[in-house]
């Protein structure tokens, strides 16, 4: 209970902030034009300027989040009031390395997915088990490299080679995790198979709700396996 109300205190303000922008979206969709035969979305003139500054509020809002939530996890470090102290250092390296842990994983699965695509084409009925592997792969990608991302929030220095020589034969407890991204992934589309409609109010506020859960766990996984695998704490 104490760490849920924590994790109000340091991400609740400045998930809001990063929340303005998929509503201001929801309200100010782009409109659609006929460009050689292909309808394409185009922003209005008058949208784009607040679109770009509460994408960037967005962006930085969420590496706050991730930063303080870390921190909180790692070394205690906790705030009375509704906003966590901001470390600016941390957040731009936290930026850095998640641009570079997005690359890696874009790549790896743009690899696996030739030989995936090739097996879905000749066995159609397998596309959906063909995608799921995917995600799966991404996300073992992902965990295995993202303890780069609670190091750079302490300003611990970790480098790409450090990071995938500590999880080294140790596969089998991000294996799990890619496993449960994979279920939980199906599940948290399940309410969209009976609402398919992308601009609907309920889908919206759903996404919101449930993308902070999402975030906040998906950073605690990151923070335990950082403690695990790194400073060797047990995962409780």
Excluded: C
Excluded at 5 to 24: D, G, K
């Amino acid at each position: 209970m104490a760490n849920l109300e924590q994790a109000f205190r340091l991400s609740l303000v400045l998930y809001l902030i990063q929340s303005a922008y998929t509503v201001y979206s929801f309200l100010n969709p782009p409109q659609m034009m006929d460009l050689e035969g292909t309808q394409v979305p185009i922003m209005s003139p008058e949208t784009i300027f607040p679109t770009i500054v509460l994408g960037l509020l967005a962006v930085i809002a969420s590496l706050w989040i991730a930063v303080a939530w870390h921190r909180f996890a790692l070394t205690g470090e906790s705030t009375s009031g509704w906003l966590p102290q901001f470390h600016g250092s941390a957040v731009m390296g936290y930026l850095g390395r998640s641009i570079l842990i997005g690359v890696l994983v874009v790549l790896g699965v743009m690899v696996l997915s030739i030989p995936i695509g090739i097996i879905s084409i000749g066995l159609p009925g397998l596309a959906g088990i063909m995608s799921l592997i995917l995600i799966g792969a991404a996300a073992y990608l992902f965990f295995r490299l993202g303890i780069m991302l609670p190091a750079a929030a302490l300003g611990e220095k970790l480098t790409l080679g450090e990071t995938w020589d500590v999880t080294k034969g140790r596969s089998s407890i991000i294996l799990v995790l890619a496993l449960i991204v994979v279920g939980a992934s199906v599940i948290i589309q399940l309410p969209s198979w009976f609402n398919d409609n992308p601009s609907s109010i309920i889908n919206v506020v759903y996404s919101l709700v449930v993308n902070w859960f999402a975030t906040i766990i998906g950073i605690s996984v990151l923070t335990t396996l950082y403690g695990h695998f790194v400073e060797n704490r047990p995962i409780d």
